[in-house]
């Protein structure tokens, strides 16, 4: 049996295989020799004293001794031609591992994306960046993979009572991500290499007899008595099936609006919004490894940091370390931003989400959108950036002393959002309350990291697709749609997920339910 050790080293030590040798050899009291292999089961950083610290869980195997590392494998997937469909309403996460899943249980998924396949999306990022061209259903958001594939693919979730995280996990290393997801305390395969994953989920879900149809637009659902009984696609050609997941991710606004018109249904959900903040990545490593030079043996360092501002939470969101700010618009007259990171983290800059979470009364200018109200707030702060940054894909921005202290800011420099930027004082773009709640809320950031409160970081405005602003309520037993039988409310656009893991897990369980109901014994 191998031998568990926890302990705590240099990162020189940690990210040297003949040095962790010699170190954990002296720590077991054995010569160096004596040790076979050694497996490394949990990293992190503790980064809380100036010399910082690798933890470390291992197992050591002696010299002799079996080794006994199991290896990742995919499941034994069912051929599903033949088999009885469901119908799965988007590609991201949520979608592809309940079609993953529903394979599994011997069922047959029909997965429909509007957006395109992988390789497509690559085209349209580009004319969005360089052209300032917005494909309404090829974008950062839509298509392949979902707005995950191309936004840094974290897969970190605080969620871990919503499933087995480990399992999805594995899942992502059988489809080729790194090992070293299973390891790290804040797991990250790269917005470089987790197009290739997915693309080989989805060659998967064909090879196995499901479909996946790209370019394939929901339009309508089918509904008789209260049950699904299919749907219909932009084309006018119906699909039928009597079980639906509808797992279209959160900017999916058409598909709010029809669930709307036909009186399904859903709420107004609250989320959070604010900006992007970008500084350079020398300068976020010094605060946070308080040393000049992080050198070769420490990553990129993130950031996280929650204050409680005017009665409202105000927090860091999805930061990016060595990443990019992206165009993350999904439609004309619009402009938003998110972020991601290549799987080196190799960029000179970081960014990061600063949101402050909205509250359901703020969206009463919009009550006469009923359940819609918190959607049309986040597209009227969205529509008014684009106005002020001159109506095509620049972003209002602003130097973050200088938002703080209400003055515009002069020669903004180039930051790594491609499509570039406009100087606005970024109170022109949000409500009053959030501005105020904004400039406090930077300068007790600026307290709790000295040197985040700086000139050199650029506001780039709005980050405004943080979570769903609607729920799709469902049956908290069967995740049906209270109202509508048949139908599975699923993922992040429902509002039940927020990120790539608990979307996954989000999926896999509702096609488990469906599983359930189909006496498939699960």
């Known amino acids: 049996m191998p031998q568990e050790l926890l302990f705590q080293t240099s990162p020189e030590t940690a990210t040297n295989e003949l040095l962790l040798k010699q170190h954990i050899a002296k720590l077991i009291r054995v010569d160096v020799k004596e040790i076979q292999h050694i497996s490394i089961l949990k990293r992190s950083i503790d980064a809380r004293q100036k010399a910082v610290k690798f933890n470390l869980k291992v197992d050591i195997y002696l010299v002799g001794e079996p080794i006994q590392e199991a290896k990742i494998e995919l499941p034994e997937y069912k051929n599903v031609t033949n088999a009885q469909e469901v119908i799965v309403v988007g590609a991201g996460p949520a979608g592809l591992f309940a079609a993953l899943q529903l394979i599994e249980l011997g069922l047959k998924p029909i997965v429909i994306e509007r957006g395109k396949d992988v390789r497509g999306r690559r085209r349209d990022l580009k004319s969005i960046n360089r052209d300032h061209i917005v494909d309404e259903d090829s974008n950062y958001c839509f298509g392949e993979g979902g707005a995950g594939t191309y936004s840094d693919g974290k897969l970190y979730t605080r969620s871990k009572k919503r499933g087995d995280v480990t399992r999805i996990l594995e899942l992502f290393v059988a489809y080729g991500a790194s090992h070293d997801i299973l390891v790290d305390a804040h797991p990250h395969i790269g917005t470089n290499k987790l197009p290739q994953i997915i693309q080989d989920m989805r060659v998967k879900i064909i090879e196995m007899g499901g479909q996946v149809l790209f370019e394939t637009r929901l339009t309508d659902i089918l509904i008789k008595n209260n049950e699904v009984q299919g749907i219909v696609i932009q084309n006018g050609d119906t699909i039928l099936a009597n079980k639906i997941i509808l797992a279209t991710g959160h900017s999916a606004r058409d598909i709010f609006e029809l669930l709307d018109r036909k009186q399904i249904f859903i709420e107004a959900k609250a989320f959070a919004l604010g900006v992007r903040a970008e500084h350079p990545q020398s300068l976020i490593d010094s605060i946070q490894y308080s040393c000049d030079y992080r050198g070769e043996h420490l990553p990129p360092s993130p950031y996280s940091i929650v204050k409680q501002v005017g009665g409202r939470g105000m927090y860091s969101f999805c930061m990016c370390p060595g990443g990019v700010i992206a165009p993350c618009a999904t439609s004309l007259g619009e402009v938003v931003t998110n972020g991601w990171s290549p799987s080196k983290r190799d960029q000179a800059t970081a960014n990061s989400g600063i949101v402050i979470e909205l509250k359901l009364e703020d969206f009463k200018p919009f009550a006469k959108f009923g359940a819609l109200a918190g959607m049309e707030f986040q597209k009227s702060i969205e529509q008014k950036a684009w106005h002020l940054a001159g109506q095509t894909q620049k972003v209002p921005a602003q130097k973050m002393v200088d938002f703080t202290q209400n003055k515009v800011s002069n020669n903004i420099p180039k930051t790594s ?106």
């Open 417 to 522: 959002y491609v499509p570039g930027t406009t100087s606005v004082e970024m109170g022109q773009v949000f409500p009053g309350f959030l501005t105020q709640i904004l400039r406090e809320g930077f300068v007790e950031f600026g307290k709790s990291m000295r040197g985040f409160l700086t000139n050199e970081a650029i506001l780039h405005a709005p980050e405004s697709r943080t979570s769903s602003p609607v729920r799709i309520p469902r049956d908290a037993e069967t995740l049906e749609h209270l109202q509508i039988k048949g139908l599975y409310p699923c993922g992040e656009g429902a509002g039940y997920a927020g990120g790539i893991i608990s979307a996954a897990i989000d999926g896999e369980k509702c096609a488990l339910k469906i599983g359930e109901v189909l006496n498939l014994n699960v």
